[in-house]
C-alpha cells in the first residue's frame, strides 16, 4: 500500500507552490510547470522524497531516537501540537528559544523549573504568599509552559527534527545543522532545500497540506516505537540435567556418533548421571509396575 497517493495530495493543494516572483532558484528542480503566475509542484518527486522521508524517521523511531515536531506559524500549531502528542513525540509549536538544541542543558533546566512550579501550584504550596507574588510566579509560570511545555519529557537530543517551512523555522534548522541532526522538512518553492537532509516539496501553508503530511510522519514514527516494542528475542535454550544447553534439532547430522556412542565405541563403561528428580520417579515407576505384576498373579490364582 502506498504512503501516499497523487489523489490525496491533489485534493489537499500540495502541488501549489508560491508566486514565481517569490521563488528560491534551488528549488528549480522540484518545480513542474507555472501557472497564472504560480510555480506548480513536481508531486512525483513528492512522492519519492516523502517516502524516504517516511523510512528514515521509521528507521530513527525503531532505534529508540526521539523526534521533535516544529512548527510556529499559526496554521499549523494545531496541527504540530496534535500529531506530535497522538505519536508520543515532542513538539514546538510557539516560539523557537534560541539555543534549544545547541544550549539544551539550559533550556532543560528551564523545563525542570517549570514542571516544580506547576506542581507547587497543584499541591497549594504558594497559596500563604502574597498576591502580589503569587501573580508574578502565575505569569512566569504560563510563559514557560506557553514555550516549553512541548519539551518536558524531552531529556536527550532529537534523533531527527521534523519542520514545517524551514524559511519561518531558520534558527531551529540552523542550530540541527549545527549539531549534524537530520532533518525532515516540507519545501515550498521559496525554501532552501541545501539545508535540509530530506526535503519533501509541497505546500507548506494550506492547512490540508501539512496535516496529511504530518500525520504521515507521525505515523512513521508510531509504527517505528511499535516495532521496537515488538521486536523478538531470541529464545533461551533449555538447559540438561548437567547445566549444559541443549543444540537445536537439526544440528546433528545423520550419520555422526553422539557423544555416548563414541564412548561406548571405545569399550570403556559409560557413567550416566542422573538427578535426584528424576531417580525419584524412576523409583515410583518401578514400584508401580511391581503393585500391578501382584495384582494380576493374585487374580490368576483366583
Given at each position: 500500500?502506498?504512503?501516499?497517493?497523487?489523489?490525496?495530495?491533489?485534493?489537499?493543494?500540495?502541488?501549489?507552490?508560491?508566486?514565481?516572483?517569490?521563488?528560491?532558484?534551488?528549488?528549480?528542480?522540484?518545480?513542474?510547470?507555472?501557472?497564472?503566475?504560480?510555480h506548480?509542484?513536481?508531486?512525483?518527486?513528492?512522492?519519492?522524497?516523502?517516502?524516504?522521508?517516511?523510512?528514515?524517521?521509521?528507521?530513527?523511531?525503531?532505534?529508540?531516537?526521539d523526534?521533535?515536531?516544529?512548527?510556529?506559524?499559526?496554521?499549523?500549531?494545531?496541527?504540530?501540537?496534535?500529531?506530535?502528542?497522538?505519536?508520543g513525540?515532542?513538539?514546538?509549536?510557539?516560539?523557537?528559544?534560541?539555543?534549544?538544541?545547541?544550549n539544551f542543558?539550559?533550556?532543560r533546566?528551564?523545563?525542570?523549573?517549570?514542571r516544580?512550579?506547576?506542581?507547587?501550584?497543584?499541591?497549594?504550596?504558594?497559596?500563604?504568599?502574597?498576591?502580589?507574588?503569587?501573580?508574578?510566579?502565575?505569569?512566569?509560570?504560563?510563559?514557560?509552559?506557553?514555550?516549553?511545555?512541548?519539551?518536558?519529557?524531552?531529556?536527550?537530543?532529537p534523533?531527527?527534527?521534523?519542520?514545517?517551512?524551514?524559511?519561518?523555522?531558520?534558527?531551529?534548522?540552523?542550530?540541527?545543522?549545527?549539531?549534524?541532526?537530520?532533518?525532515?522538512?516540507i519545501?515550498?518553492?521559496?525554501?532552501?532545500?541545501?539545508v535540509?537532509d530530506?526535503?519533501?516539496?509541497?505546500?507548506?501553508?494550506?492547512i490540508?497540506?501539512?496535516?496529511?503530511?504530518?500525520?504521515?510522519?507521525?505515523d512513521a514514527?508510531?509504527?517505528?516505537?511499535?516495532?521496537?516494542?515488538?521486536?523478538?528475542?531470541?529464545?533461551?535454550?533449555?538447559e540438561t540435567?548437567?547445566?549444559?544447553?541443549?543444540?537445536?534439532?537439526?544440528?546433528?547430522?545423520?550419520?555422526?556418533?553422539?557423544?555416548?556412542?563414541?564412548?561406548?565405541?571405545?569399550?570403556?563403561?559409560?557413567?550416566?548421571?542422573?538427578?535426584?528428580?528424576?531417580?525419584?520417579?524412576?523409583?515410583?515407576?518401578?514400584?508401580?509396575?511391581?503393585?500391578?505384576?501382584?495384582?494380576?498373579?493374585?487374580?490368576?490364582?483366583?
Amino acid at each position: 500500500m502506498a504512503l501516499l497517493n497523487m489523489k490525496e495530495l491533489l485534493e489537499c493543494g500540495v502541488h501549489f507552490g508560491h508566486r514565481t516572483r517569490k521563488w528560491n532558484p534551488k528549488m528549480a528542480r522540484f518545480i513542474y510547470t507555472e501557472r497564472k503566475g504560480i510555480h506548480i509542484i513536481d508531486l512525483g518527486q513528492t512522492l519519492s522524497n516523502f517516502e524516504r522521508a517516511y523510512e528514515y524517521v521509521r528507521q530513527t523511531a525503531a532505534q529508540g531516537k526521539d523526534v521533535l515536531f516544529v512548527g510556529t506559524k499559526k496554521q499549523v500549531q494545531a496541527t504540530i501540537e496534535e500529531e506530535a502528542l497522538r505519536c508520543g513525540a515532542h513538539f514546538v509549536n510557539r516560539r523557537w528559544l534560541g539555543g534549544t538544541l545547541t544550549n539544551f542543558e539550559t533550556i532543560r533546566r528551564r523545563v525542570v523549573h517549570m514542571r516544580t512550579l506547576e506542581q507547587n501550584f497543584e499541591e497549594g504550596k504558594f497559596d500563604r504568599l502574597l498576591l502580589k507574588e503569587r501573580v508574578k510566579l502565575q505569569k512566569g509560570f504560563r510563559r514557560l509552559k506557553r514555550n516549553l511545555d512541548g519539551l518536558r519529557d524531552m531529556e536527550r537530543l532529537p534523533g531527527v527534527l521534523y519542520v514545517v517551512d524551514p524559511t519561518v523555522e531558520i534558527h531551529a534548522v540552523r542550530e540541527a545543522n549545527l549539531l549534524d541532526i537530520p532533518i525532515v522538512a516540507i519545501c515550498d518553492t521559496n525554501c532552501d532545500p541545501d539545508v535540509i537532509d530530506f526535503p519533501v516539496p509541497g505546500n507548506d501553508d494550506a492547512i490540508k497540506a501539512t496535516r496529511l503530511i504530518t500525520a504521515r510522519i507521525a505515523d512513521a514514527v508510531i509504527e517505528g516505537r511499535e516495532g521496537l516494542q515488538t521486536g523478538e528475542r531470541p529464545r533461551p535454550q533449555p538447559e540438561t540435567a548437567e547445566g549444559v544447553a541443549a543444540a537445536p534439532l537439526g544440528e546433528v547430522e545423520e550419520g555422526e556418533p553422539s557423544a555416548i556412542e563414541e564412548q561406548a565405541d571405545d569399550g570403556e563403561p559409560v557413567e550416566v548421571t542422573v538427578s535426584d528428580a528424576e531417580a525419584s520417579e524412576v523409583a515410583f515407576a518401578e514400584e508401580l509396575d511391581a503393585d500391578e505384576v501382584d495384582d494380576e498373579e493374585k487374580k490368576e490364582g483366583d
